[in-house]
């Protein structure tokens, strides 16, 4: 299944080579399992979006390992993926970048034609490159987005909603981010999503952050001195404050860390999809 992480920092630019490359069970490792890709998207100090991917396993992507050690943002957005459609290629790999903004996915829906000719109807079909039902959502998103005069979050809700009722789904789980914005949303209750709001540690020279989970041990000096917002596939430590987010909601973090939550979703798609209703390949990328 593919992976889906999520950082905000706020105005406080930080790294995360901990969770990309140092962690026992990092990006690099889950990649062993993962193979299809990996990818991290990030902003720079002037608001730009950068996103740095391969088509390959994370542990055997040299140009991964480079760009992990000195990436610094105040927004992070990792992936790495188990494709169920689309071919092993730079263009199906996440994130993926429209209008400055970036967008990661973990699930599956069908009937793309339907789609695509909806796309189309919206002028947006210049946005999709290649294969993935991913890229054609943030497309979906991205079209809506603009019909919203820039509202991102009146994007996505117009967008899932019209996939939920249109088309055959089995998860839209995804994040989208900008320099100052983070949006989350679980939908509906097939994969889980966790949300993690953490406060600086207290002291003059605070511990290192630890992050522990049955997959992930992540560790990090940055993270333990600033308050930051984490979107996790699962819990990464046994903190508390870990929550799962409910079905159909709709999760955003503010340049302020700010963190609001709404359910603007229908219960359940009109057409829900299950584990034995999607081919082989996909079938195997969406299995827990």
């Known amino acids: 299944m593919c992976r889906l992480f999520g950082l905000h920092a706020g105005p406080n630019p930080v790294r995360v080579t901990f969770w990309l490359l140092d962690a026992p069970d990092s990006l690099s490792a ?8 990996a990818g991290i998207g990030t902003f720079d100090a002037s608001g730009r979006a950068h ?7 994370a542990w055997e992507d040299h140009a991964f390992a480079r760009e992990a050690r000195v990436l610094k943002s105040t927004t992070f957005l990792a992936h790495v993926r188990y494709a169920s459609t689309g071919a092993h290629t730079m263009v199906n790999t996440h994130p993926f970048e429209q209008d400055g903004r970036l967008f990661a996915h973990n699930g599956a829906f069908g009937d793309l034609g339907r789609l695509n000719q909806h796309l189309a109807e919206l002028g947006v079909a210049d946005l999709v490159h290649g294969q993935t039902d991913s890229e054609r959502l943030f497309a979906l998103i991205t079209a809506e987005s603009r019909r919203a005069g820039g509202h991102v979050g009146e994007g996505i809700s ?3 909603r019209w996939v939920a009722r249109e088309l055959p789904v089995f998860s839209l789980n995804f994040i989208v981010t900008t320099a100052a914005d983070l949006w989350a949303v679980r939908y509906p ?3 889980e999503l966790h949300v993690l709001e953490r406060k600086p540690a207290a002291g003059a020279e605070p511990a290192p952050l630890e992050a522990r989970s049955a997959r992930i041990h ?3 000096r940055d993270l333990s001195r600033s308050a930051h917002v984490l979107i996790a596939t699962e819990p990464m430590d046994p903190s508390p404050g870990w929550r799962p987010m409910g079905p159909g909601e709709l999760v955003h973090v503010g340049p302020d ?3 609001t939550a709404t359910v603007p979703f229908p219960e359940a798609p009109a057409h829900p999809l299950t584990l034995s209703d999607l081919d082989p390949s996909a079938a195997a990328s969406q299995k827990p």
Do not use: Y
């Open 189 to 191: 209750a097939t994969h």
């Open 257 to 259: 860390l700010a963190v």
């Open 218 to 220: 992540a560790r990090s």
């Open 30 to 37: 889950q990649s062993r399992r993962e193979p299809d890709g």
């Open 51 to 57: 996103v740095a991917k391969q088509p390959l396993a």
């Open 158 to 160: 117009h967008a899932v």
